[in-house]
């Protein structure tokens, strides 16, 4: 919430917090049309993933796809899609880049 917060975003955004209202299929297929893969939606940080020994695995598009769909914390957060722009992430860079983009096509 911090993340978006420094955003300052429009007041016609919505949110979807995915701990309470799981994301559908359709929705995460969508998000990978715009990041050009489940892997990159993918986040290696969450706890399950060393848990489950996935580090030591090859995961396929499908694997990533599988886990995203099981575990809301497989998912790389915040994800933001804006002006069909997709930002993943809370890295600095990141963060800026929407920033930029978001005050550019107000």
């Known amino acids: 919430m911090r993340i978006i917060k420094s955003l300052d975003l429009p007041n016609d955004v919505s949110f979807q ?7 559908t299929v359709k929705q ?3 998000l990978r049309e715009l990041s050009g893969s489940y892997e990159a939606l993918f986040s290696r940080r969450a706890k399950l993933y060393k848990e489950m ?9 499908a694997d990533y796809k599988h886990y995203i769909l099981d575990h809301y914390t497989f998912l790389k957060r915040p994800v933001l899609v804006y002006d069909n722009h997709i930002f ?4 600095a860079k990141t963060v800026e880049a929407a920033k930029a983009f978001i005050h ?3």
């Open 17 to 23: 917090d995915i701990k309470e209202d799981e994301m």
């Open 28 to 30: 995460l297929e969508s």
């Open 53 to 61: 020994g996935l580090k030591d695995q090859a995961l396929s598009e």
């Open 88 to 91: 993943i992430g809370n890295s």
């Open 104 to 106: 550019n096509n107000e």
